[in-house]
């Protein structure tokens, strides 16, 4: 069973961990592609911003070229700086457009978008001919009203080569990143903070967010403009997500939790079990003890009555008055033995169910001690012992049942007798001294004291620190057990303290009638 709970334990963290794993796994793939969409969407914006921009060009001159079968195509505008036009020819499928800036939007003084399939190129001077035809000085062109995929692609070209002599601030700009990077990271489901730079030749740009950390250690980049490599250019967009562990780990959450809940409730469901048992096991050992005890504590009065019948039975006995009445001695104290063993185990039964009716009255509680230490008093003798009063209390008048207060005492002073080695003689102590509204009385012994796990379970119902059919000190456990419930019921409390070998003490608390 502790094996299929390690396994089960093992199963669940495996899978955890692999779960985060595999999480991380397709989180930089979604970061991964996310770069790649964006890298080629700002690459397309910058083409197709150019692209319309041609268009527009093209479009604000307002001529309509003459037919689809024309031989040639003959366009002249002006250069402000050079005292030139730029002649393109040979198709209606294949020319060269020379736009001046201002038309374009950027900052360079012309650019040269090419669209070639046999391609004738000549340069003539202002009101000069071409081909001994006048060219007037207006500017004019013939455009074509749909450009097909060849001659666009090949246009996207030029422009991806001219384009690559522009700094990188004039290409891209940060909000521009930004939103691209937003918008992808939204639609991967990634909900997290990100920083963002793009590097040139391993170097930064001024297109970069305020808090990029190059040195974070999850930074993902990927190259951008590739066709500007042709130019010994080489740009990186770069970006870093401080919180991605964070996010990683809430993505997982829910289901580790879940995990975890449910493995805790296995663990508590076994520990519970194995819990059970060992009680079960604990309390099977302690009824054992108990028939034993019980059986010895009986068995030893029956023999000795029994004995003491035979003996009655014999003549010369029989006929002794003295001896009979010795005899009949025996019986009665050893009967009265029985009946208190019984009855402690009844007054137990009844504490549990409640049913003990305790009648309480005014006592003098230095008389109740002194009754209760009369009971013990010829056990104590026969042992060799003594026993010192230390009464220092002023107030002693207590509410309380005298019979049960004095069992309560009675049960403390044979312990200390009992519990001290057969070999010494017992010597006790019994203190009180008010402390506050409360009178507190110490039983204290010489005896063999006993362990900080005895002392903790002393008052449990049958425990005995000398368990199994051992009888060197009798008993069946239930005096203290006993002795704390009728304490408790006169709103005091018991506790000891004691040290292996150095003896034990008892401390009573009670409330004094005030």
């Not at 700009?173 to 909900?191: A, F, Y």
């Not at 002023?394 to 070999?423: C, G, M, P, Q, W």
């Not at 449990?460 to 009798?474: A, L």
Request: hydrophobic fraction near 40%.
């Amino acid at each position: 069973m502790s094996l299929s709970l390690a396994g089960i334990i093992a199963v669940q963290i495996y899978w955890i961990v692999d779960s985060i794993n595999g999480r991380n796994e397709q989180f930089s793939f979604a970061i991964r592609q996310s770069l790649v969409n964006v890298a080629k969407e700002i690459e397309d914006q910058e083409v197709e911003y150019y692209y319309r921009a041609v268009n527009r060009a093209i479009d604000s001159l307002d001529i309509a070229p003459n037919s689809m079968n024309m031989s040639s195509l003959l366009m002249r505008i002006r250069d402000a700086n050079v005292d030139e036009a730029i002649t393109y020819s040979n198709s209606i499928q294949g020319e060269s457009y020379k736009l001046n800036a201002p038309i374009l939007d950027i900052e360079m003084d012309s650019v040269m978008f090419t669209k070639l399939l046999n391609r004738r190129v000549k340069t003539i001077k202002r009101n000069s001919s071409l081909d001994g035809a006048p060219v007037n000085s207006e500017e004019s062109y013939e455009k074509i009203n749909q450009w097909d995929m060849l001659s666009k692609k090949m246009f996207m070209e030029s422009i991806a080569d001219q384009s690559a002599s522009l700094p990188i601030t004039q290409r891209v700009t940060n909000r521009q990143v930004e939103e691209l990077l937003s918008k992808e990271l939204k639609e991967r489901q990634i909900n997290s903070s990100f920083e963002f730079a793009i590097h040139q030749d391993n170097f930064p740009t001024r297109i970069q967010s305020a808090n990029f950390d190059i040195e974070n250690y999850f930074t993902w980049g990927i190259p951008i403009f590739n066709s500007d490599s042709a130019n010994n250019q080489s740009y990186k967009l770069l970006i870093n997500l401080p919180g991605r562990q964070k996010f990683i780990l809430s993505s997982v959450l829910g289901m580790a939790g879940l995990s975890l809940v449910f493995t805790l409730i296995i663990v508590i469901a076994y520990s519970s079990a194995i819990s059970q048992l060992f009680q079960q096991r604990q309390i099977s050992q302690i009824k054992t003890d108990f028939i034993n005890n019980m059986t010895h504590e009986f068995k030893t009065p029956i023999a000795t009555i029994n004995l003491a019948l035979d003996s009655l039975k014999h003549p010369k006995i029989s006929s002794d008055p003295e001896k009979v009445a010795n005899y009949l001695r025996m019986i009665r104290e050893e009967n009265k033995r029985m009946h208190s063993q019984v009855e402690n185990v009844l007054r137990i039964s009844k504490l549990e169910k409640n049913d003990l009716d305790i009648q309480k009255e005014n006592l003098d509680l230095n008389d109740v001690l002194e009754d209760s230490i009369s009971h013990i008093a010829l056990i104590l003798e026969q042992r060799g012992g003594s026993l010192h009063r230390h009464f220092g209390a002023l107030r002693t008048t207590v509410l309380a049942n005298e019979s049960h207060l004095s069992n309560v005492f009675v049960n403390v002073l044979e312990n200390a007798i009992k519990y001290t080695d057969e070999s010494e003689a017992p010597v006790i102590d019994v203190y009180t001294e008010n402390v506050r509204d409360k009178i507190v009385i110490k039983i204290r012994d010489q005896g063999i004291g006993m362990s900080k796990n005895a002392q903790r379970k002393v008052f449990q119902k049958f425990f005995r620190e000398h368990t199994g059919n051992i009888h060197n000190v009798k008993g069946h456990g239930l005096g203290l057990a006993y002795a704390q419930r009728i304490v408790d019921d006169h709103h005091g409390d018991i506790y000891v303290e004691s040290e292996k070998g150095q003896g034990s003490t008892f401390i009573i608390n009670l409330p004094l009638i005030t």
